[in-house]
């Protein structure tokens, strides 16, 4: 592991804390209920469910694999990133996404994704300028 790019090292940090999360909400609150009334358990500020926590664990489970290689880490944060920005965007607006989901409060979601796509952003912003100066760094005398 003393190889690996930030980004690898970055996403296996970062998915293993957001799948933990998505863990503790689904046993917060497992049921797979959908509609106004599916119910909902408060786990730090987010609304969960048993649908909330599997699209997390969905997201973020594969992210154990593509940390592997230093190409896959970089690509997969970039999608995590993208992911949660549009959830993000799309929470602000809506109680009820795809009329599935149910977050009575809704802000504290959209907060929370567009967060967390900030730092995974962050991450292959660093990741890209570590990538660019490598080959300077390597030319050098």
């Not at 930030?6 to 609150?29: C, K």
Request: some cysteine; overall charge negative.
């Amino acid at each position: 592991m003393s190889e690996w790019t930030f980004a690898q090292r970055a996403l296996l940090i970062l998915a293993s804390l957001e799948l933990l999360w998505a863990l503790a909400g689904f046993v917060a609150e497992p049921s797979f209920h959908v509609g106004a009334d599916a119910p909902t358990t408060k786990v730090l500020w987010v609304d969960f469910n048993g649908i909330h926590a599997l699209s997390g664990l969905l997201l973020f489970g594969p992210a154990l694999y593509f940390c592997r290689r230093p190409d896959w880490a970089l690509y997969y944060v970039i999608y995590i990133a993208a992911a949660l920005f549009i959830t993000g965007i799309w929470a602000l607006f809506e109680e009820r996404p795809a009329y599935v989901f149910t977050f009575p409060s809704n802000v504290n979601d959209a907060i929370f994704h567009l967060a967390t796509a900030i730092v995974f952003s962050i991450v292959a912003a660093i990741q890209l300028t570590l990538d660019r100066s490598e080959p300077a760094r390597t030319s050098s005398p």
